[in-house]
Nanobody
Framework: QFQLVESGGGLVQPGGSLRLSCAAPGFTLNYYAIGWFRQAPGEDRELVSCILRDMDNPHYADSVKGRFTMSRDDSKNTMYLQMNNLKPEDTGVYYC????????????????WGIGTLVTVFS
């Protein structure tokens, strides 16, 4: 199990922005496929965004396309999720993750999870 250290959640009004960070001490992040997931109250955990190993272009869930941007800074060994134009339905606990396989981001293939950070979008 790898340690993933998340930060950046909080309270924001609709239309606002937040940036989540996930640092990876002790291992090299770009050796793995990485992803951001979220879980709303009473709902299953869902994939938000993913960067496969050896790829630079993120994939996004349809619900966040055009609003969220995932990135990875290899010099800091950290992944980010920039969230703009936030909506109440974006509320949930956000988790960063490292995948077991290089070409897939999905909950059954997660090797390690961050502890999660709460994002609340309120009107």
């Amino acid at each position: 199990q790898f340690q993933l250290v998340e930060s950046g959640g909080g309270l924001v009004q609709p239309g606002g922005s937040l940036r989540l960070s996930c640092a990876a001490p002790g291992f090299t992040l770009n050796y793995y496929a990485i992803g951001w997931f979220r879980q709303a109250p009473g709902e299953d955990r869902e994939l938000v965004s993913c960067i496969l190993r050896d790829m630079d272009n993120p994939h996004y869930a349809d619900s966040v396309k055009g609003r969220f941007t995932m990135s990875r800074d290899d010099s800091k060994n950290t992944m980010y999720l920039q969230m703009n134009n936030l909506k109440p339905e974006d509320t949930g606990v956000y988790y960063c993750s490292v995948q077991r396989v290089p070409a897939m981001c999905a909950t059954p293939y997660v090797h390690s999870w961050g502890i999660g950070t709460l994002v609340t979008v309120f009107s």
